[in-house]
């Protein structure tokens, strides 16, 4: 290829130019801009960068009829008038320059007048056709582009030639070819923008060129502050509170408080988590395996912090643990807390727990306890605590209820009310039904400086079988029990009261029947030997009841059945073994006969001896 060839556009390269889709590689788009009509193959070849590139793509331009030589380097000092035309072609498939040239040899019959000069050729006017091409429709308002210098084409031979000689002056200096190349690819882009601008297409940016929408920054900032809060929230150096924590809560309980370990979680919900909590020295009567805080995070930054709810896990509470839980009705907690949830707590006295059980704590507005409500697993036992000046007042109760302490009882029904405080807990009010009977009463429960126990109890027409079953005891009898108890106790623990209670009393029953004796056979047995097994019926029998925990003693016994009556004492060691002594008598209707008996043996195996005839 001619390095001094001039190329320009034609209307197929302006066309193509307007729509994107007419040429797909990107070297020919870039040839295509820099072709001008001014610039030579050499030029085009050094601001492309590639001479064989440039030549190659400049070549497939000139086949697809996108680019024509520049008329003005044809040579024409040879060319000849062509004949003359009427009307020029009408479809041209391919992109050409016809130029008619006179025939070698003039015809015989009409030789050219030899005075007439010859005429200088004629460019014919060519009309390009181009190809149709599916593309998008013109736009509203096509920017002008440069078009090529072309002579009229009614114009005479020598204004043709100086229009296409008048060119403009090519520019003396030229930039680099790498600065040429990126000059046209933004021309290029440019121009595809404001070719395509009436269609609503989005231009096609090339290169290393970022445009930032505002929908894409305000997504980056959606999406970023909240991984900006999660990093912050679990790196956040939580243990520095620690010892805050530690302080506070040691002063709100009056107790040591230890924590093991302090983090944050996301799950269930995001909290902060404290673990390993323990109030008190030694055994620690009140210990928490873990508790969910979750914070007001606004209120983190202030003085006075709020928690909307606070879950503790594993809550055990031993002997005078209770005092610690009574303690918090009494101050105000050192932050805001609006809701509790209690899991899993156990209250453990001696060898005797109430586990499993499960609740919440209700909060005020000003953050002090309104109500403490926990119950079991299967809702057969309920507590209410309510705060009341420095105490509680406490209301509990229970459906087919065991209790855990001793003596284990069952309660068909069971309704307990009193008052908790630091170091007691006084009930006023037990009303409950068990063992086909009623049983009412109150007690006071003391843990300030050892453990002490007091209680008044009164039994009305219990079953006496399955109250003498469910104590353990190796007696048995039958009939209505009722009995009027006093309970008391003193020990250095509440684990321990139950060593050291004592109980005395009254007791009646009425229409039963004491087994394991006879009392009628032994007065008339006339030998010497004790009288074993049996059972003896009784219209009425009534006495005094002393336990302690070495032995239990039954006085001022009184039995009435028909024409037999007795009277007397039994004394019952913690081993079973019984002594005592019993005066019957047996009335007929010829005599009256009284015999002294002597109680021995177990309870298991009671004996009766006549003391003497």
Same mark, same amino acid.
């Given at each position: 290829?001619?390095?001094?060839?001039?190329?320009?556009?034609?209307?197929?390269?302006?066309?193509? /130019?307007?729509?994107?889709?007419?040429?797909?590689?990107?070297?020919?788009?870039?040839?295509?801009? /820099?072709?001008?009509?001014?610039?030579?193959?050499?030029?085009?070849?050094?601001?492309?960068?590639?001479?064989?590139?440039?030549?190659?793509?400049?070549?497939?331009?000139?086949?697809?009829?996108?680019?024509?030589?520049?008329?003005?380097?044809?040579?024409?000092?040879?060319?000849?008038?062509?004949?003359?035309?009427?009307?020029?072609?009408?479809?041209?498939?391919?992109?050409?320059?016809?130029?008619?040239?006179?025939?070698?040899?003039?015809?015989?019959?009409?030789?050219?007048?030899?005075?007439?000069?010859?005429?200088?050729?004629?460019?014919?006017?060519?009309?390009?056709?181009?190809?149709?091409?599916?593309?998008?429709?013109?736009?509203?308002?096509?920017?002008?582009?440069?078009?090529?210098?072309?002579?009229?084409?009614?114009?005479?031979?020598?204004?043709?030639?100086?229009?296409?000689?008048?060119?403009?002056?090519?520019?003396?200096?030229?930039?680099?070819?790498?600065?040429?190349?990126?000059?046209?690819?933004?021309?290029?882009?440019?121009?595809?923008?404001?070719?395509?601008?009436?269609?609503?297409?989005?231009?096609?940016?090339?290169?290393?060129?970022?445009?930032?929408?505002?929908?894409?920054?305000?997504?980056?900032?959606?999406?970023?502050?909240?991984?900006?809060?999660?990093?912050?929230?679990?790196?956040?150096?939580?243990?520095?509170?620690?010892?805050?924590?530690?302080?506070?809560?040691?002063?709100?309980?009056?107790?040591?408080?230890?924590?093991?370990?302090?983090?944050?979680?996301?799950?269930?919900?995001?909290?902060?988590?404290?673990?390993?909590?323990?109030?008190?020295?030694?055994?620690?009567?009140?210990?928490?395996?873990?508790?969910?805080?979750?914070?007001?995070?606004?209120?983190?930054?202030?003085?006075?912090?709020?928690?909307?709810?606070?879950?503790?896990?594993?809550?055990?509470?031993?002997?005078?643990?209770?005092?610690?839980?009574?303690?918090?009705?009494?101050?105000?907690?050192?932050?805001?807390?609006?809701?509790?949830?209690?899991?899993?707590?156990?209250?453990?006295?001696?060898?005797?727990?109430?586990?499993?059980?499960?609740?919440?704590?209700?909060?005020?507005?000003?953050?002090?306890?309104?109500?403490?409500?926990?119950?079991?697993?299967?809702?057969?036992?309920?507590?209410?605590?309510?705060?009341?000046?420095?105490?509680?007042?406490?209301?509990?109760?229970?459906?087919?209820?065991?209790?855990?302490?001793?003596?284990?009882?069952?309660?068909?029904?069971?309704?307990?009310?009193?008052?908790?405080?630091?170091?007691?807990?006084?009930?006023?009010?037990?009303?409950?039904?068990?063992?086909?009977?009623?049983?009412?009463?109150?007690?006071?429960?003391?843990?300030?400086?050892?453990?002490?126990?007091?209680?008044?109890?009164?039994?009305?027409?219990?079953?006496?079988?399955?109250?003498?079953?469910?104590?353990?005891?190796?007696?048995?009898?039958?009939?209505?029990?009722?009995?009027?108890?006093?309970?008391?106790?003193?020990?250095?623990?509440?684990?321990?009261?139950?060593?050291?209670?004592?109980?005395?009393?009254?007791?009646?029953?009425?229409?039963?029947?004491?087994?394991?004796?006879?009392?009628?056979?032994?007065?008339?047995?006339?030998?010497?030997?004790?009288?074993?097994?049996?059972?003896?019926?009784?219209?009425?029998?009534?006495?005094?009841?002393?336990?302690?925990?070495?032995?239990?003693?039954?006085?001022?016994?009184?039995?009435?059945?028909?024409?037999?009556?007795?009277?007397?004492?039994?004394?019952?060691?913690?081993?079973?073994?019984?002594?005592?002594?019993?005066?019957?008598?047996?009335?007929?209707?010829?005599?009256?006969?009284?015999?002294?008996?002597?109680?021995?043996?177990?309870?298991?195996?009671?004996?009766?001896?006549?003391?003497?005839?």
């Amino acid at each position: 290829m001619d390095k001094k060839t001039v190329f320009v556009k034609t209307k197929e390269g302006e066309e193509a /130019m307007r729509q994107r889709t007419r040429l797909v590689q990107r070297n020919l788009r870039s040839i295509l801009i /820099m072709v001008d009509g001014q610039t030579t193959v050499a030029e085009l070849s050094k601001r492309f960068g590639d001479k064989n590139a440039a030549e190659a793509a400049l070549a497939e331009l000139l086949a697809g009829g996108f680019i024509a030589e520049q008329l003005d380097q044809l040579d024409f000092t040879k060319a000849q008038p062509p004949e003359v035309k009427k009307e020029p072609a009408e479809d041209v498939p391919e992109l050409t320059s016809q130029i008619a040239l006179p025939p070698a040899q003039d015809p015989p019959s009409a030789p050219p007048p030899a005075a007439e000069p010859p005429l200088p050729p004629v460019i014919e006017e060519i009309e390009l056709t181009a190809p149709e091409y599916e593309s998008l429709p013109p736009p509203a308002r096509p920017a002008p582009r440069p078009q090529p210098v072309q002579a009229a084409a009614g114009a005479g031979w020598m204004d043709r030639i100086k229009a296409l000689l008048a060119k403009p002056k090519k520019p003396s200096a030229r930039p680099q070819p790498e600065k040429e190349k990126k000059k046209a690819e933004r021309q290029e882009d440019e121009y595809e923008e404001e070719q395509i601008g009436g269609a609503d297409l989005e231009p096609i940016r090339r290169g290393r060129k970022f445009n930032f929408s505002w929908p894409v920054l305000a997504l980056s900032v959606v999406v970023g502050i909240p991984v900006l809060l999660v990093l912050v929230l679990l790196l956040y150096p939580y243990g520095r509170h620690l010892p805050a924590i530690e302080r506070n809560a040691s002063a709100y309980l009056q107790a040591p408080v230890k924590v093991g370990d302090i983090g944050f979680s996301f799950l269930p919900r995001p909290h902060i988590a404290l673990r390993n909590i323990t109030v008190g020295q030694d055994e620690a009567p009140l210990s928490i395996a873990s508790v969910r805080a979750v914070p007001d995070f606004f209120s983190l930054l202030g003085e006075r912090k709020v928690f909307h709810d606070l879950t503790f896990s594993k809550v055990a509470v031993k002997d005078a643990g209770l005092g610690k839980l009574a303690l918090a009705a009494a101050g105000s907690p050192p932050a805001e807390i609006r809701h509790i949830t209690l899991n899993e707590v156990s209250l453990t006295a001696g060898d005797a727990s109430l586990g499993g059980l499960s609740g919440e704590i209700k909060m005020t507005a000003s953050g002090t306890m309104e109500t403490v409500q926990l119950n079991n697993s299967d809702a057969s036992f309920k507590v209410d605590l309510q705060p009341q000046g420095e105490a509680y007042r406490f209301s509990a109760t229970g459906n087919n209820w065991k209790s855990p302490f001793t003596p284990k009882l069952t309660f068909q029904w069971l309704e307990v009310q009193g008052e908790l405080r630091p170091a007691s807990l006084a009930l006023s009010k037990i009303d409950g039904r068990a063992y086909e009977g009623l049983v009412e009463g109150k007690a006071l429960l003391g843990w300030a400086g050892g453990a002490t126990l007091s209680s008044d109890l009164e039994l009305k027409r219990l079953s006496a079988d399955k109250l003498l079953t469910a104590l353990g005891s190796a007696l048995t009898a039958e009939g209505e029990l009722s009995a009027r108890l006093k309970l008391a106790a003193r020990a250095d623990s509440l684990g321990k009261l139950a060593e050291a209670l004592h109980v005395d009393g009254t007791f009646e029953m009425k229409r039963g029947t004491a087994r394991g004796f006879d009392l009628g056979e032994a007065v008339r047995n006339t030998g010497r030997g004790p009288t074993r097994g049996g059972e003896t019926k009784f219209e009425q029998l009534s006495g005094t009841v002393d336990i302690d925990p070495k032995d239990c003693r039954l006085g001022n016994l009184r039995l009435a059945s028909g024409l037999l009556t007795a009277g007397g004492s039994v004394g019952i060691a913690r081993s079973g073994s019984l002594s005592g002594a019993m005066n019957v008598e047996l009335k007929s209707s010829a005599a009256t006969l009284r015999v002294p008996l002597t109680v021995g043996g177990t309870t298991k195996d009671p004996m009766l001896t006549p003391s003497r005839r």
